[in-house]
């Protein structure tokens, strides 16, 4: 069964200290795993596509790594306005438009 | 340019009432989708079009719901007979179709059940 797992479900970061957040997948043939912003009331906002394993992104303070079996989204020195929950997403293996998100993570980074 | 907008942003209704809600998709996107996601969880999968032809359909769309895309252009998505089950975000996105294009979402539909 197609799966997207992330971890951790929330992380409490202090303004300028540095981390990662982790999307672990389970798909029948991988066709792209894409990252999202989501903030409180918000629809979720596009940030990367990774299609291939060894694949970097990098946007600011964000950049996005995947492997065959999980993406790490990692954050440097980040600030307040990273605040937010971050969410991974999979094509599902039959389809062509089903997007399997994983739950997030929840970002708090306090000044 | 425009993103994916949806109307209303906010529906109180009472149980057994039906609601329609509206996504303006980005004006070059063919493809359509419909999402559901309720506090603490991803958005989950409901349907998608391709111009005017729906493709998809998640087991979550039972018999109350339904979707058009009449001129490929807007979408409704019509919920009747409202369950307390029912009250979620409404998510609409929108996306390219060749490849795997990024779909781009609305700040979606609030929908609550009294």
């Known amino acids: 069964e197609d799966q997207v797992t992330q971890s951790p479900e929330a992380l409490r970061l202090q303004e300028g200290e540095s981390s990662s957040l982790n999307c672990s997948y389970t798909?029948?043939?991988?066709?792209?795993l894409f990252w999202y912003r989501q903030d409180p009331g918000k629809g979720p906002e596009f940030l990367f596509t990774?299609?291939?394993a060894g694949e970097e992104k990098e946007k600011e303070r964000l950049k996005a790594t995947l492997t065959k079996k999980e993406s790490f989204l990692h954050i440097t020195a980040p600030k307040p306005e990273d605040s937010a929950t971050y969410l991974c997403?999979?094509?599902?293996?039959?389809?062509?438009?089903?997007?399997?998100f994983g739950k997030g993570t929840k970002l708090s980074v306090k000044p | 340019d425009t993103g994916v907008s949806q109307d209303p942003r906010h529906k109180i209704t009472k149980r057994g009432q039906n609601v329609t809600f509206r996504c303006d998709p980005i004006?070059?996107?063919?493809?359509l989708y419909w999402y559901r996601q309720t506090l603490g969880q991803g958005p989950e999968f409901l349907t998608y079009?391709?111009?005017?032809?729906?493709?998809?359909k998640s087991r979550l769309l039972s018999d109350r719901f339904s979707a058009e895309r009449p001129k490929g252009s807007f979408s409704t998505l019509e919920i009747q007979r409202t369950e307390q089950g029912d009250s979620a975000m409404y998510l609409c996105?929108?996306?390219?179709?060749?490849?795997?294009?990024?779909?781009?979402f609305g700040d979606g539909t609030r929908l609550s059940i009294l």
């Open positions: 990774l299609y291939s």
């Open positions: 996105a929108s996306s390219f179709s060749t490849g795997n294009q990024p779909q781009h």
């Open positions: 997403a999979v094509p599902h293996g039959g389809s062509q438009g089903n997007l399997i």
């Open positions: 004006s070059e996107h063919n493809r």
């Open positions: 798909v029948s043939g991988l066709r792209g």
């Open positions: 079009f391709q111009n005017e032809a729906q493709l998809e």
